[in-house]
């Protein structure tokens, strides 16, 4: 318990310190000093980066507990495509009043929680970690190729406006939707805290979970439903950016060496928006030579570490 | 005390009925039946995992419906040990011990220092303090099954079931979770105790009342010989 107050001290501490560099970077770049810059831009950027940090590393942390999978993550099991899926829809599809911001995030967090659902029925009938991957990575190329077909019947602009969401970006947040985005993310995380007792009796399986007086049934809707809220509306706002959900969660039970999940989703927060913060720091400094999307640098720092975790389990 | 009344329990058909048994407190009972005769499943409607088909089953004053319908308060009248338990990564012996307080705990989880105290006594008492903070993959199977049963322990139920507990365990390690059993019931005579098993030989050596699965009924034999129980068995 000591170690995990350490770490959860050290990553706090770190997350400071690379908010305040990630602000000094953007600030000397730009050139940018007015007040007005500093709240409109940096600011908002930095809220993203840590609001999508924070929401998705917590949502692969659930998802991994009730799909009693540690190689689970709103990524990899299709949240992400499902709510790719909408946007697109409403993006390439939708009619004029469809297309209000409310709309987009409300779009992707259904899309999110129907893939979720999806995924979780299919889990209950395959038990392999592998079939249950290759369905998430079927799913997500089955999303795609609907995305595509829907391009082809699009006009330019809307396939452009597509083009660009799908990147993964942390410049979209603009200052009047940070306080909704804030607002998701901080439901996500004290609705998870409400559950701390269901999901450490889940880490034993939910026969086990049932009989040690845990609703199984109205816990798995809810983590699903916080699931989608999170993946849903981070989605929505910055583009799929995969690996946070799957690489962070297990960082942290590694470090922690823990099932207790009040430190693990503290932890999961704190660490999800630290990495993000740090690659968006990185692209930052690299923008002077190369301007680089999100969903490249954390593919690049993110997918080494899921390959080692997965030969490690073998 | 366990009382069956008229009870059918199966799935979608009836697979056995148990008429008239009460099962009284102070006792640990063997649960015996050939492969499929529905040993699990009699375990699963006592534990209130499958509603039965008809008739009553009341634990303690509790009738089960009551207890399939209140989770928390079944949580603290029946505690259940499975045969196998493979570990989970970085999930510690303690914090797998700990788990079964969850009926007592806020939604937070955290355990009190009554709770913290109760857990390290069991630990203790089963001789698992060395093993406490390791993890519960790295342990062996009968040190595991020992975790299982402390956590059955900790949870403070009138009643215990267990499904085939010793079946993956060796002789040494059977004679011990058995022995742990008994010293549990003694502690209190209000504690009651059901385990199924095919070590036939252990529980007549040990003097265990023995229900038996035969011809789709439960038989309870107080006294038995090899001769009559594998009589019974055979009639399934």
């Known amino acids: ?314 | 005390m366990i009382r069956f009344k008229n009870v059918q329990v199966g799935y979608t058909q009836v697979l056995l009925e148990v008429e008239d048994l009460a099962l009284d407190s102070g006792r640990l009972y063997a649960l015996i039946g050939r492969n499929g005769s529905g040993k699990s499943t009699l375990l699963k409607s006592v534990i209130g995992q499958l509603p039965l088909l008809g008739g009553h089953l009341d634990i303690g004053k509790h009738s089960i419906d009551q207890l399939i319908k209140d989770h928390v308060q079944r949580a603290r009248e029946i505690a259940y040990v499975a045969s196998m338990f493979n570990g989970i990564e970085a999930l510690t012996l303690y914090q797998y011990v700990a788990l079964g307080r969850s009926p007592y705990l806020g939604a937070l989880g955290r355990l009190q220092p009554a709770d913290q105290n109760k857990i390290t006594e069991v630990i203790a008492r089963l001789d698992l303090t060395r093993l406490a903070s390791k993890p519960t993959p790295e342990l062996s199977d009968g040190e595991r099954q020992l975790g299982s049963l402390a956590r059955a322990i900790v949870q403070d139920t009138p009643l215990m079931v267990l499904d085939e507990p010793a079946s993956f365990l060796d002789y040494f390690n059977r004679e011990l979770l058995l022995d742990q059993l008994q010293s549990w019931i003694q502690a209190d005579s209000r504690r009651t105790a059901i385990f199924s098993s095919h070590d036939i030989d252990l529980c007549l050596e040990k003097q265990i009342p023995l229900l038996i699965l035969s011809n789709k009924k439960l038989v309870f034999l107080e006294k038995a010989s090899k001769e009559k129980v594998m009589e019974l068995l055979r009639q399934s």
């Open chain 1, 1 to 314: 318990m000591k170690a995990a107050k350490n770490y959860l001290l050290i990553s706090l501490i770190s997350l400071i310190i690379l908010a305040s560099l990630h602000l000094l970077v953007f600030q000397r770049q730009d050139h940018m000093s007015s007040a007005l810059l500093f709240w409109e831009f940096q600011v908002p950027r930095l809220l993203s980066a840590i609001l999508a940090g924070a929401g998705l590393s917590l949502s692969g942390l659930l998802m991994q507990n009730i799909f009693q999978n540690p190689m689970a993550g709103p990524y990899v099991l299709g949240v992400n495509s499902g709510a790719s899926l909408f946007i697109a829809l409403v993006i390439l599809g939708g009619g004029p009043i469809l297309l209000s911001q409310l709309s987009l995030v409300s779009a992707a967090m259904l899309g999110a929680f129907l893939a979720a659902g999806l995924m979780f029925y299919i889990s209950t009938k395959v038990s392999s970690l592998q079939s249950l991957l290759v369905i998430g990575l079927m799913f997500a190329s089955f999303t795609g190729a609907i995305e595509s077909v829907l391009q082809t019947l699009a006009a330019p602009e809307q396939v452009k406006q597509l083009f660009i969401w799908n990147m993964g970006s942390l410049q979209q947040l603009s200052a009047a939707q940070a306080p909704w985005l804030s607002t998701l993310v901080c439901v996500g995380i004290l609705g998870s805290l409400l559950m701390v007792k269901a999901l450490n009796a889940l880490v034993i399986g939910e026969f086990q979970a049932k009989q040690l007086g845990i609703q199984v049934q109205w816990v798995r809707f809810f983590v699903l439903l916080l699931t989608a809220l999170l993946a849903g509306s981070i989605t929505a706002y910055c583009g799929p950016i995969a690996f946070v959900g799957l690489a962070v969660p297990n960082l942290a039970r590694a470090l922690l060496k823990t099932q207790d999940h009040l430190p693990l989703i503290l932890f999961s927060v704190i660490v999800g928006a630290l990495f993000l913060v740090v690659v968006d720091v990185l692209i930052l400094l690299l923008d002077p030579w190369m301007s680089l999307p999100v969903n490249v640098l954390t593919a690049v720092l993110g997918a080494p570490y899921v390959a080692y975790l997965m030969l490690k389990r073998q």
